[in-house]
């Protein structure tokens, strides 16, 4: 991660540049669906009646809107249409700080924020403070009868229903077909299928100790997780979710999956990119051993629990006789990091 020429390259852009820059926005993903609703459907898509309610009730007067890159152009929509309904005048959070994945909370302090409504797709991280957060993940369609057929299809050649413990996971855009996607998978492999539902961040703690479970990147798992040997994970999703491939890095036991695409309507008994991702991690675990010195990355400082992962990293490189750096720098992007290359041997 060498600069070009051995020269450094600038942390900031030049001011022309950025003026003249031309956004650039996807529209063949899934996300990008909300291109083809009429206005009435895209008041059910984001929600914009509940969350209005949300508003009113807990009588918020400073709302802010977090939108990820592909539905910004929805967002002045959606603040009109909760400008009407609740006479408050919502602001739009347009550069995240981190990932559009993340409650951006310290965007949300300098507006002096009474609350946020996140949209889209959300890693479920818990902010550092308690700052009220509405999630509007969207409504991604799903064909249910094409996917309980096509699973019972792949279960009449394979013998995956003899697997001991089965974990259902979904995109969050799927959550509000949760109950027919569990109760279609649970026709086919039995009512031992453990559904990873979605925990706020809020109800995580007292949902744990109600359902008896454990949490994983915001989602409901087995206590046992852990320890089992062997797991079969159902994925249904689209395939350009990071979702499957950072639970599958999470959770290693995870030996086969089964994954349904809802935009392809395909169903496949492997995830290859998965379990490309996952050789390329151990082998990136392989070079942090050989490193002298690494950089410790920390993108954002709105997660709960940040420094104590700092620290944790800080004291085993200590302890494994390496120097460790650490680098606070908002969104990542290789010119930032080749700054320090030359001084740091590997980035986590």
């Given at each position: 991660m060498s600069a070009e020429d051995g020269k450094s390259v600038s942390l900031f852009s030049n001011s022309e540049e950025v003026l003249s820059r031309k956004a650039e926005v996807t529209t063949d993903d899934e996300t990008s669906s909300s291109l083809l609703l009429s206005p009435e459907e895209k008041l059910d898509f984001f929600e914009v009646v509940e969350t209005a309610d949300w508003i009113k009730k807990n009588s918020f007067d400073r709302v802010a809107l977090q939108f990820p890159d592909d539905l910004m152009r929805d967002s002045v929509f959606v603040s009109k249409e909760l400008e009407k309904r609740t006479s408050v005048k919502p602001f739009v959070l347009a550069d995240t700080s981190y990932g559009s994945c993340c409650v951006d909370e310290i965007a949300a302090q300098h507006a002096s924020a009474s609350c946020l409504v996140h949209y889209g797709d959300a890693c479920l991280s818990e902010p550092p403070e308690k700052l009220p957060v509405r999630f509007v993940f969207g409504k991604t369609a799903v064909d249910i009868e094409d996917y309980r057929s096509k699973l019972k299809s792949l279960v009449e050649q394979d013998a995956e229903k003899q697997r001991t413990?089965?974990?259902?996971?979904?995109?969050?855009?799927?959550?509000?077909?949760?109950?027919?996607?569990?109760?279609?998978?649970?026709?086919?492999?039995?009512?031992?299928?453990?559904?990873?539902?979605?925990?706020?961040?809020?109800?995580?703690?007292?949902?744990?100790?109600?359902?008896?479970?454990?949490?994983?990147l915001g989602r409901r798992v087995p206590v046992d997780m852990e320890s089992l040997e062997d797991a079969t994970v159902i994925y249904v999703g689209t395939g350009r979710s990071p979702l499957l491939p950072l639970f599958l890095l999470s959770h290693p036991n995870c030996s086969r999956v089964v994954q349904y695409d809802t935009r392809n309507r395909t169903i496949a008994s492997e995830a290859p990119t998965a379990t490309r991702q996952l050789r390329r991690r151990l082998f990136l675990v392989e070079k942090v051993k050989d490193a002298n010195t690494v950089g410790i990355v920390c993108g954002t400082l709105g997660v709960r629990g940040h420094r104590i992962a700092v620290d944790r990293v800080k004291q085993l490189c200590q302890l494994a006789h390496k120097k460790a750096y650490v680098f606070s720098v908002g969104k990542l992007n290789v010119p930032k990091l080749a700054n320090f290359a030359a001084e740091i041997d590997i980035f986590v």
């Open positions: 413990k089965i974990c259902l996971l979904y995109d969050s855009s799927l959550s509000h077909y949760s109950e027919e996607i569990c109760r279609a998978t649970r026709e086919t492999f039995g009512e031992g299928v453990f559904d990873c539902a979605l925990i706020a961040p809020a109800d995580r703690e007292e949902k744990k100790e109600e359902e008896k479970c454990s949490s994983s």
